[in-house]
Antibody, heavy 121, light 106 residues
Framework: EVQLEQSGAEVKKPGESLKISCKGSGYNFRSDWIGWVRQKPGKGLEWMGIIYPGDSDTRYSPSFQGQVTISADKSISTAYLQWTGLKASDTATYYC??????????????WGQGTLVTVSS | SYELTQPLSVSVALGQTARITCGGNNIGGKNVHWYQQKAGQAPVLVIYRDTNRPSYIPERFSGSNSGNTATLTISRAQAGDEADYHCQVWDSRTVVFGGGTKLTVL
């Protein structure tokens, strides 16, 4: 069974750094893209970016370019999402999801359980 | 950038048919995927490539896509179908989500 297990909830202060993780199991982690999606409280899904763990090829949504860093360690089947200076507006639930790409068609399945990040002074 | 438009909310009586739309310029030329997100849970894929259901999704869920509108149809709606539904496409090497629709089962 393909599964993505995310790290636990975080409470941080503005300006602090944070790195959350997403560990894949049940499939060849290095051969499938992993995406990150933000969901602010009561709002819709926002695509942040994707990474191909096999060679760390990374693509960002223009809305998130320069705001976060996506990385992966294929040796431990784990992807990461990182901030260096959190803001209150970063408060949200962050999901990782495997990007399924047969014949240049792209959808997410499955999703991790989500990591709630709260940024407050 | 490409945009997807969904109604904020749709209501359906128990046992009736719900239709949730996802509008976009010539969306019929793209592959549309749908996710169900129940309160406090992660999204789950319910339809991929316009009309295909994962094996764990009931036959009551179906999809269509033509022209400028893709539609998720839920037949014989149940209380357990109450959730947010999000459409998604791939455009110009980016993932695009609709704003999401809250389905209420009355």
């Amino acid at each position: 069974e393909v599964q993505l297990e995310q790290s636990g909830a975080e409470v941080k202060k503005p300006g602090e750094s944070l790195k959350i993780s997403c560990k894949g199991s049940g499939y060849n982690f290095r051969s499938d893209w992993i995406g990150w999606v933000r969901q602010k409280p009561g709002k819709g899904l926002e695509w942040m970016g994707i990474i191909y763990p096999g060679d760390s090829d990374t693509r960002y949504s223009p809305s998130f370019q320069g705001q976060v860093t996506i990385s992966a360690d294929k040796s431990i089947s784990t992807a990461y999402l990182q901030w260096t200076g959190l803001k209150a507006s970063d408060t949200a639930t962050y999901y990782c999801a495997r990007l399924v790409v047969p014949a240049d068609i792209h959808w997410f399945d499955p999703w991790g359980q989500g990591t709630l990040v709260t940024v407050s002074s | 950038s490409y945009e997807l438009t969904q109604p904020l909310s749709v209501s359906v009586a128990l046992g009736q048919t719900a239709r949730i739309t996802c509008g976009g310029n010539n969306i019929g030329g793209k592959n549309v995927h749908w996710y169900q997100q129940k309160a406090g849970q992660a999204p789950v894929l319910v339809i991929y490539r316009d009309t295909n259901r994962p094996s764990y999704i009931p036959e009551r869920f179906s999809g269509s896509n033509s022209g400028n509108t893709a539609t998720l149809t839920i037949s014989r709606a149940q209380a357990g179908d109450e959730a947010d539904y999000h459409c998604q496409v791939w455009d110009s090497r980016t993932v695009v989500f609709g704003g999401g629709t809250k389905l209420t089962v009355l």
